[in-house]
């Protein structure tokens, strides 16, 4: 158990380093406004404390996302149908746009970065990351 513990730890920084990079100079968009516009576009409208929760963003720097995102137009906020006191964020069409330009620019990083290994190391990785991601969709 300890073994495990310690080497999912160990490497969420190396894919933080090597695979999660954006070049905001092409993307135009940070770290944390792609993370919170992915979260939009997997699981639809948010509240706002539910994102943060979600992110583990603290609420006074969700509150700067998520106006730095409105004034972009990348999201919108509405008032939740079934309570009036709930605020949703929904990411609207330009928003979708710019979160996919910006994961086809991870992407061609990525690409970029594995191109140095060989198919034998392509082949592990692939495999290994099938079967991380099955276990790990099995945590609460």
Known sequence: MDKAADGLLALMPLYHRHIFRINRHISGMETAEYRVLGVLMKSGPQPISEIGRALYISKPY???????????????????PDDRRVILVSITPDGKKHLHRAFEVCREDVKTLLSGLGKKDISQLCSSVELLKKILEKLP
């Open 62 to 80: 969700m509150t700067v996302l998520i106006d730095s995102l409105m004034e972009k137009g990348w999201i919108e906020k509405r008032h939740d």
